[in-house]
């Protein structure tokens, strides 16, 4: 029996050794990790999810969502770890954070927000997260009550590791719970307020959620469908939470004066944004040209710029390119030896002969000792009437990469060069993309009589209230900016 209490002792003493101080919650946490793994850990999470997810490109609005972050971050309790704002191109109302400081809001939600500070009030409930290490904590609670188990994680991280692949994806995105939600919010609520922002701006946001709550249960009764249940940001909250307004009003109170919440700025970085589906997104970012003719498929979620003398596709991360190049054909020489003129080559790795849609050309991948002169990984040549296009791909540091990222690059460059085609009329039809803008109401503008001038889907009326805070009923006032879809 001694021997036993002289174990457990030892049991004490080493996983109070392993315990970690929490600078948000201001006492010793018992963590599965150090800062260091959760912030290695949060960027692989980051590199897989942008890999799979689309992201919005709005270089102003990124911007802009940045700046507001950093603001809020700076005021936290861990301003020291770089922080990291996402856009995901989604309709879909939610945000939600990774550990080690990656930060995402979808771009559905941003639509229904009125103000700056709502948008600081969303950003620093996510912020809150990160601070108090909610998805570190999270993971150690599921790995059982154990200690030895716990303390097996502590020495040898191996189970955080084995399941980076999967790690967090559901309390993320899901939430973690009523308590740590609630603890998002205290802490989110201070750093609303030392970065300037009005804490009651989450009480809006609340607002905002509930009515789409409600507006779902509605919409699925009529449907006779069974209603979705909301698990993103705020979603443990009722409309009237008691605690969260004595958290919020325990945060500081701004004096009138400097209450300003940027609605006419809010209102002026988010006009244009995109609402619904995506058409662009949905067109699975095929590029097309319509002065020379051609469309190609880039790769999901890479930017494309329309170059002087080159057309550029680049990865989200900036790890690898594709450029495309065009010249005046000459004579009727074989694509296999132009290319090998062209880049001065010898010879070509797992080269092949290119025969799509009536358009012949040559790829191949550059061999190791011809690299270091053109600096380029895959290259191909395609005719295409009195022209050549020359296509390249680029992986950035590729020295450093491991084999299979590379084969991974590799095929995402045959992917597009094999999508090169001659440019269909279908392909020059614009998309309609719709998109929210700003008006000023007049004494005879109701939701119902815009709503006949809009489509968007047989709920038009109500998402316009929904997108002015006007759900269930209630008008505008002549001369007050609201939103329309156009």
Known sequence: MQNFFRWYVFLLVLICTACAFNPATNRPDLVLMSEDKEISIGKEMHEKLIESTPIYQDPVLTAYVDHVGQKVAAASDRPDIKYHFTIIDSQDINAFALPGGYVYINRGLLTYLHSEAEMAAVLAHEIGHITARHAVRQKTAATGASAASVLSVLVTGSRVVGDAANLWSTAAVKGYGREMELEADRFGAQYMFKAGYDPTAMLNVIGILKDQEIFARRRARVEGKKPQTYHGVFSTHPRNDIRLQEVVKAAGTLPEESKDVKVAYYREKTDGLVYGDNARQSNKNRFNHKRLGFSLLFPDGWTVANQRSSIVGTAPDQSATITIKVAKREGNQPADM??????????????EKLNQYRLEGHTGKVPPLEKNNIDLDRVA???YG??????EGKVANASSQKKDDL????????????????LRETDIVEKDIRR???VKA???????????????GEYAEEQLRLLNGYYPRGEPEPGEWIKIIQ
């Open 442 to 456: 007049t004494e005879k503008t109701t939701f119902s009589s815009l709503a006949r001038h809009m489509e968007i």
């Open 407 to 422: 084969e991974h690059y590799d095929t995402l460059f045959l992917t597009s060069i094999r999508s090169f085609r001659p």
């Open 381 to 383: 040549i395609i005719y």
């Open 386 to 391: 009195s022209r050549q296009f020359m296509l």
């Open 338 to 351: 132009a290319l090998r003129e062209q880049y001065d080559l010898r010879k070509l790795e797992q080269d």
């Open 436 to 438: 929210l803008r700003y």
